[in-house]
């Protein structure tokens, strides 16, 4: 959002436009949307498109971010994802390999032609397959990436399923990589069609998409792709110009999550850490199971609606996630009526007065490996519920879970939280209105 003049906040915003692979506060915002307001994007691939597009800054082309009315550092931003569809006919990726002497540090970020030397250089596809992406000054194959073992996928009309081709269909789709891929008009990166893969043919497989970075901006510029706690452990002392201390690392604000749930009806409360919170997204994929075990899945362009609300001095560190029901770790999905009405018989059979009323919420939690993301999530729900690190663990492990959103260090604690210290925070109707609950009566 430009300085000076100030905007009027606008129901609907629309975005069109995207970073270049980097996130944080020296970005221009649009907008600002309302407070309630809605933002509908159209979003590119991440991962394997900009990967092997050198000019970028990181490892995905988000969206410029939107600056939200009302919302001021120390505020958090719910996020209610109202619609995600995939526009792809296809795509394709595979798991990576790091090809040496063509980055410096890390080759996410600071990719390196090793004929002229040009940092993060521009480039131009020269034909189809793996060799194919070329230094557009000197001429030199420059992909700092090798996909090891990859395939081709195509999607039905309805986006319903999806099929792995062999080396003839896949081949065709290079040919017409950007048709296939229905990259946005302003987007700049490669289509991963272009390598033509075909290494695992006649897998068939279900869609069920979901926005793998969506958040808000951090208090640092970094690559969007670092912007969490494992990728972002390649910044710390890094010998590029995105290099960050471990305390700067902390300005972060977990967007690139990873987590299969981020889907439609979830909600995503995420921390402000500027003016305007600034939210952006986009890596959507059309399906992957928990982990993102092969660190990369089926990167897909988009359309992305979600409604914004602002909630005044929440002060989280990281985001809090309203999965939709099904979503929800058995122990943490809300009780059925039958069930409140044998456990109100239990307790009263055995004297016991009361029954506290909870409402579940996933904390996510970040770090260099699962142990240490899983640590930060209890932490940072000890933190936001004011209670101790003891009766957090004792609370997941009976009425939740840690789960893993991306291997190797993004999780989700889940957990029935009372419903008084959600009150206390002000989110407590935010969590009601997800899960249409009404109150427990003793």
């Known amino acids: 959002m430009a300085k000076g003049k100030k905007r009027v ?5 629309y975005v069109f436009q995207y970073t270049g692979g980097l996130v944080g506060p020296s970005l221009p915002m649009l907008g600002p949307v309302a407070d309630g307001g809605t933002i509908v994007a159209a979003t590119a691939p991440g991962c394997w498109g900009p990967m092997i597009t050198p000019k970028f800054k990181g490892g995905h082309e988000v969206t410029q971010p939107v600056a939200v009315a009302g919302a001021e550092v120390g505020d958090a931003i719910a996020i209610s994802i109202q619609k995600v569809k ?22 996410f970020v600071a990719r390196k032609c090793p004929k002229c030397g040009v940092m993060n250089p521009s480039t131009k596809l020269v034909g189809i397959g793996q060799e194919a992406v070329r230094c557009a000054q000197c001429g030199e194959e420059i992909s700092p990436f090798r996909v090891h073992l990859g395939y081709t996928m195509v999607f039905d009309h ?17 040919k017409k990589a950007v048709t296939m891929a229905a990259l946005p008009s302003s987007s700049e990166q490669h289509p991963i069609l272009a390598f033509d893969l075909s290494d695992m043919p006649g897998i068939v497989t279900r869609l069920r998409p979901f926005l793998g970075n969506i958040g808000t901006t951090p208090a640092i510029d970094m690559p969007d792709s670092h912007n969490c706690g494992d990728f972002g452990q390649f910044l710390v002392d890094a010998p590029h110009e995105y290099r960050l201390t471990k305390e700067q690392l902390k300005l972060r604000t977990d967007g690139h999550l990873d987590i299969d749930s981020v889907r439609e009806g979830a909600v995503l409360i995420c921390p402000v850490k500027v003016r305007g919170g600034g939210v952006y997204m986009g890596d959507m994929h059309a399906q992957q199971g928990d982990g993102e075990i092969a660190v990369h899945t089926t990167d897909v362009s988009g359309e992305a609606t979600v409604k914004v609300q602002v909630i005044k001095g929440l002060g989280i560190e990281g985001p809090i996630l309203l999965p939709p029901t099904e979503d929800l770790p058995y122990l943490a999905r809300p009780l059925r009526r039958a069930e409140k009405n044998a456990a109100r018989a239990l307790a009263q059979h055995f004297g016991q007065a009361f029954l506290e009323e909870a409402l579940p919420i996933q904390v996510i939690g970040s770090g260099a490996n699962l142990n240490e993301a899983a640590e930060c999530g209890l932490e940072r729900a000890a933190r936001f519920l004011e209670m101790s690190l003891d009766e957090v663990k004792n609370r997941v492990t009976i009425t939740g879970a840690v789960e893993i959103g991306r291997l190797p260090g993004l999780v989700t604690v889940t957990l029935m939280a009372p419903l008084k210290k959600l009150e206390k ?3 407590a109707d935010i969590v009601r209105k997800q899960y249409r609950l009404s109150r427990l009566k003793n």
């Open 86 to 107: 995939v526009t792809s006919l296809a795509t394709a990726s595979g798991t990576h390999s790091f090809v040496e002497g063509r980055y410096i540090g890390d080759p």
């Open 425 to 427: 925070r002000e989110i």
């Open 158 to 174: 309805k986006k319903g399923v999806a099929v792995t081709v062999s080396k003839g269909i896949a081949k065709k789709l290079a």
């Open 9 to 13: 906040a606008e129901k609907k915003v």
